[in-house]
Nanobody
Framework: QVQLVESGGGLVQTGGSLRLSCAAS????????MGWFRQAPGKERKFVTA????????NYADSVKGRFTISRDNAKNTVYLQMNSLKSEDTAVYYC????????????????WGQGTQVTVSS
């Protein structure tokens, strides 16, 4: 069992930056691939990025490539999402998720989810 708690969301202006954190409880954090998804009001949840358990491979949605960076610190049981050059279309609730053996874009493949953190980008 893995419990995930996101933090770091907030209100930021267009072009600004935020760093989200996702703290995991439970054992063997490094055996889980971790992903970030987001859901805007009235829209379906979408994949943002993911990272393997060791941190040696990552995967990004085209919409965030070059602006967002995922990383993890297994000693701290935490995964991060650094978001730069934020746009209004990045406004959403951001969720972290954990999966074994998968780090792609299909949300149903992730077994554990956090409660989400709101990111609002205003102009």
């Amino acid at each position: 069992q893995v419990q995930l708690v996101e933090s770091g969301g907030g209100l930021v202006q267009t072009g600004g930056s935020l760093r989200l954190s996702c703290a995991a409880s439970g054992r063997r954090f490094s055996t889980y691939n971790m992903g970030w998804f987001r859901q805007a009001p009235g829209k379906e949840r979408k994949f943002v990025t993911a990272i393997t358990g060791s941190g040696d491979s990552t995967n990004y949605a085209d919409s965030v490539k070059g602006r967002f960076t995922i990383s993890r610190d297994n000693a701290k049981n935490t995964v991060y999402l650094q978001m730069n050059s934020l746009k209004s279309e990045d406004t959403a609730v951001y969720y972290c998720a954990a999966a074994r053996g998968y780090y792609g874009h299909e949300s149903f493949r992730y077994n554990y989810w956090g409660q989400g953190t709101q990111v609002t980008v205003s102009s």
